[in-house]
């Protein structure tokens, strides 16, 4: 069994619990528009108040992605980012990035690498974690295995329609934290979040050794104060952010990445 206490994600968020703070970590697009942008990004959000990034490794046929996404998924392609290069773009920023990084993956560049291999790419690079939305539960039971022997933590998601004691299957093998989708369907931005998801939040807690972090569909800073009062560790921000950085001019990307980090820290952080 790993040891929960010996991750840097896990220490984030015990630290967030003894001061009272919501967990905020935004959700960006490896190499959208470039890696060199992606990694002031970073840095910006880690200034603005990020307590962890989610770093996507862009894939040309994503399931849980919505077009704001997958369009920004595409742009990383035409780009020309692999996942080496993301990896590289992470490493060189060892010693100024001080905040854990969880890696969004799918099965397939995974499987095609390799997963002793990935991991032990990913750990050497200085990721934390790793989200992997299209594997199945019981071929994550083996990568997290694999994972943790490199000190990663395999973050594994509930979705609304996960039959309870599946629910809490997952919730016992995921580790770090359990990610709660808060939608059927893919990402992206919704003008209001599910009022099932409160239950769900409540009823996750009661089963999961670890803290639940909920994403998909938080737009805004209203969101983010909505599931920090449902009782959440944490709110994850992808599709608002990456159409900010999107709508942005190209000088101009990882300050409007800040501010938009700035003002969803500011409401995370309302009593």
Known sequence: MPNQQSSSIAQRFEQ???????????FLMAGDPDLSVTADVLLSLQRAGADMVELGMPYSDPLA????????????????????????????LKGQLQ???????????LLNVGMEAFCQS???AGAAGLVVPDLPLEEAERLSTIAERYGLDLVLLVAPTTPQDRM????TCSRGFTYLVSVTGVTGERAQMESRVEGLVQQLKQT?????????????AE?????????????????????????ASPGDIAQEAGRFCAELRAAADQP
């Open 65 to 92: 992605d919505g077009p704001v996404i997958q369009a920004a998924a595409s742009r990383a392609l035409a780009a020309g980012t692999t996942p080496k290069g993301v990896l590289d773009m992470l490493r060189s």
């Open 168 to 171: 809490g299957r997952i919730a």
């Open 122 to 124: 990913a750990a050497e």
């Open 16 to 26: 967030l619990k003894q001061d009272g703070r919501l967990a905020l970590m935004p």
């Open 208 to 220: 999961s050794p670890v803290p639940v972090a909920v994403g998909f569909g938080i737009s805004g």
């Open 99 to 109: 905040i854990p990084v969880i890696l969004f993956t799918y099965s397939n560049p």
């Open 223 to 247: 969101q983010v104060r909505q599931v920090r009062g449902w009782g959440a560790d944490g709110a994850i921000v992808g599709s608002a952010l990456v159409k900010r950085m999107a709508a």
